[in-house]
Nanobody
Framework: QVHLMESGGGSVEAGESLRLSCTVS????????IGWFRQAPGKEREGVAA???????FVVASVKGRFSVSRDNAKNTVYLEMNNLNPEDTAMYFC????????????????????WGTGTQVTVSS
């Protein structure tokens, strides 16, 4: 069974940076897709970025230029680098796993992912 563990969240001031980590365990293959999603209080969950099984990446327009996604296969970890944070980025951030998505052309919907982490909170103050 695939298990995901997010880490790296915290409270920062506007303009600062955070790097979130998603560590994957329980999957024997290296080719898998990780999506990053976030949900703010009272708002719907939204996709932020994803990295495909072939290491293709997609970042949604609203955070493009500030957020990036990458992978370290040796550590079974996917990262979400978030720069120049602003209060609108405040949310619970989740990573999600799919063993079926190879190439990323756009942000996959949440229902394409089979396993989810429990989330890490990011709070940005002005």
């Amino acid at each position: 069974q695939v298990h995901l563990m997010e880490s790296g969240g915290g409270s920062v001031e506007a303009g600062e940076s955070l790097r979130l980590s998603c560590t994957v365990s329980g999957y024997r293959y290296r080719s898998y897709c990780i999506g990053w999603f976030r949900q703010a209080p009272g708002k719907e969950r939204e996709g932020v970025a994803a990295i495909g099984g072939d290491d293709s990446t997609f970042v949604v327009a609203s955070v493009k230029g500030r957020f990036s996604v990458s992978r370290d296969n040796a550590k079974n970890t996917v990262y979400l680098e978030m720069n120049n944070l602003n209060p609108e980025d405040t949310a619970m951030y989740f990573c999600a796993f799919s063993g079926d998505i190879l190439n990323i052309l756009n942000m996959p919907r949440g229902d394409f992912f089979a396993s989810w982490g429990t989330g890490t909170q990011v709070t940005v103050s002005s």
